[in-house]
């Protein structure tokens, strides 16, 4: 049954999946990652390749070689188990692919192996993942604008998460975070983005740390008048974070999304006085519904 769920996951994703594979980085992600099955397969290159096997035939798997991709595929299935989105799944299997097949090249020829690392990390430093270009309903701050944003009325309530463009986890997250804006944005409960790898003295002014090994990105935090009033994942006393799963169940129970938008909701029917007026619409912040046209109605009674 382990085996049988990640599979039925895939398949249900399956068109998403092909989708993703047409782009031109994973497309070549998916080359690099089967290198070695082509090598060992193709005829004409297979039979001057070295082999282990009892029986002599170099265009088929030795045991130690099927030892190796059974293991990497262990290692796999236990990183996907605590995978949130497709692109984590996909991403893992392309990563650790790519990993056995430096071992195994490694292996089979120094020469070889020397060859893949270094198209592995030419590859790696000029190729990134697309990022995410579907609707979302979030302002993106810049180091001079996100003052003035958080504290324009202390009434409203700010969602912002910090984040890198480097960040695989951030680019796998940009999905979540955008279908949460498009259901609870409205005009009291706001969603915002800083990228704090392009403007490095907001990570330091509201500490969060772009340190891979800090695991800090994306953090999401909760402001209202400026201020901060709670943040995840959380961060120790040695600056690292707590274990949080990103999913969209734990942001929705811990930000307590559900009640922020029924209040705000109130609010833009004209029931509310905790809210404040609407900011002014613009291309940027798209409003679900147009605010105070009840009370003034209200008031040429």
């Known amino acids: 049954m382990a085996l049988l769920t990640p599979l039925f996951a895939f398949l249900y994703h399956l068109p998403q999946v092909y ?10 992600s998916l080359f690099m990652s089967v290198a070695f099955l082509i090598v060992r397969k193709t005829p004409g290159i297979c039979e001057h390749l070295s082999t282990q ?20 595929s262990a290692i796999v299935m236990m990183k996907n188990r605590r995978a949130i989105t497709v692109e984590q799944h996909v991403g893992n299997i392309i990563l650790f692919s790519k990993v056995a097949n430096v071992i195994l090249f490694f292996r089979l020829d120094i020469r070889m192996g020397l060859l893949y690392l270094t198209l592995c990390i030419v590859f790696l430093m000029t190729c990134k993942p697309p990022l995410y270009m579907g609707p979302e309903y979030i302002k993106y701050f810049s180091d001079k604008t996100i003052d003035d944003e958080l504290e324009r009325d202390g009434r409203v309530t700010w969602i912002v998460e910090f984040f890198a463009n480097w960040s695989p986890e951030c680019q796998s997250f940009a999905s979540i975070y955008a279908d949460l804006s498009l259901k609870y944005n409205c005009a009291a409960l706001k969603f915002g983005k800083i990228d704090v790898g392009r403007y490095g003295e907001m990570s330091k002014k509201f500490k969060v740390s772009t340190s891979p090994l800090s695991k800090q990105l994306p953090s ?15 961060v120790d006393k040695k600056g690292r974070a707590v274990s949080w799963s990103f999913t969209e169940e734990n942001i929705i129970r811990e930000f307590n999304l559900n009640e922020l938008y029924q209040r705000s909701k109130k609010f833009s029917k004209g029931k509310g006085e905790r809210f404040p007026p609407v900011l002014e619409e613009d291309e940027s912040e798209p409003q679900t519904e147009p605010m105070g046209e009840e009370s003034e109605s209200k008031k040429d009674k």
């Not at 009892?54 to 293991?71: A, K, P, Q, T, Y």
């Not at 935090?221 to 995840?232: S, T």
């Open 220 to 234: 999401l935090v909760l402001f209202q008048g400026g201020n901060e009033l709670m943040r995840r994942p959380q």
């Open 53 to 72: 096997r009892e029986d002599g035939n170099s265009c088929d798997f030795d045991w130690r070689e099927v030892e190796i991709l059974m293991f990497l």
């Open 19 to 28: 989708k993703w594979l047409l782009k031109p980085y994973y497309v070549a």
